[in-house]
């Protein structure tokens, strides 16, 4: 079984950082896409970023979130600067391990003065 454990949310000032990092874990063999996605109250989950061959980030985190990742760790990691109130949202790690899709848990970001 794979599991994966996400850390680093929590509330944060306008204009302020963070960094999440989610870990797999278990039987793993092979780790392809890793990617971050986030969900606000009243929205769909929309796509963050993503690291699959190639990188790919959504409109609205573009030049503020990177994405990276360390393979020996099996773990992969989302920087957030700049933060805006509208980056509030629950994010969820989504890999596919051993050719299944795996999501983390989710860890609250909240952005506010």
């Known amino acids: 079984q794979v599991q994966l454990v996400e850390s680093g949310g929590g509330l944060v000032q306008p204009g302020g950082s963070l960094r999440l990092s989610c870990a797999a874990s278990?039987?793993?063999?092979?780790?392809?896409?890793m990617a971050w996605y986030r969900q606000a109250p009243g929205k769909e989950r929309e796509l963050v970023a993503s690291?699959?061959?190639?990188?790919n980030y959504g409109d609205s985190v573009k030049g503020r979130f990177t994405i990276s990742r360390d393979n020996a760790k099996n773990t992969v990691y989302l920087q957030m600067n700049s933060l805006k109130p509208e980056d509030t949202a629950v994010y969820s790690c989504?890999?596919?391990?051993?050719?299944?899709?795996?999501w983390g848990q989710g860890t609250q970001v909240t952005v506010s003065s």
């Open positions: 989504r890999v596919i391990v051993n050719y299944g899709i795996y």
């Open positions: 278990g039987r793993i063999f092979r780790i392809d896409a």
């Open positions: 690291s699959a061959g190639s990188i």
